[in-house]
């Protein structure tokens, strides 16, 4: 399985590589912009995206995978944040998320996520 990981905290960024690695998954990019993951994960075409909520940008992952919906990008896509505020997560029904994960995530709660999503792909 191939992953993109939006992230704008570098250090988290790395952690999560180093799990999807350990996992043995692909890690494809690591975006820390909404932009950037708009324009890259069209290009990248990843089988899962694991996305931030707040990012160093003023597109925030929900609005990410708003537009990328938009354009009939299916990919699914786990958010990982430090908001737990409801609106938020009732922003992100529009984009028909996997998970909604809080901050800080272990590697056992990502594991089975990702590979719940695998179980759905195949």
């Known amino acids: 399985m191939k992953i993109v990981i939006v992230e704008d905290d570098k250090v988290l960024s790395l952690l999560l590589s180093k ?33 931030d909520i707040m990012l160093e940008d003023d597109i925030d992952g929900i609005d990410v995978m708003i537009r990328l ?6 990919t699914p896509v786990i958010y990982i944040t430090g908001n737990s505020d409801p609106s938020h997560q009732q922003r ?3 984009t028909d998320f996997e998970e909604y994960l809080i901050k800080p995530v272990g590697y056992e709660d990502l594991k089975r996520n990702i590979e719940l999503v695998e179980q759905k792909k195949s």
């Open 92 to 94: 992100a029904q529009k």
């Open 69 to 74: 919906r938009e354009k009939g990008f299916n």
């Open 19 to 51: 799990m999807i690695q350990r996992l043995g998954y692909e890690v494809l990019d690591v975006i820390s912009k909404g932009q950037d993951a708009i324009d890259k994960i069209q290009n990248l075409l990843p089988d899962l995206v694991l996305m």
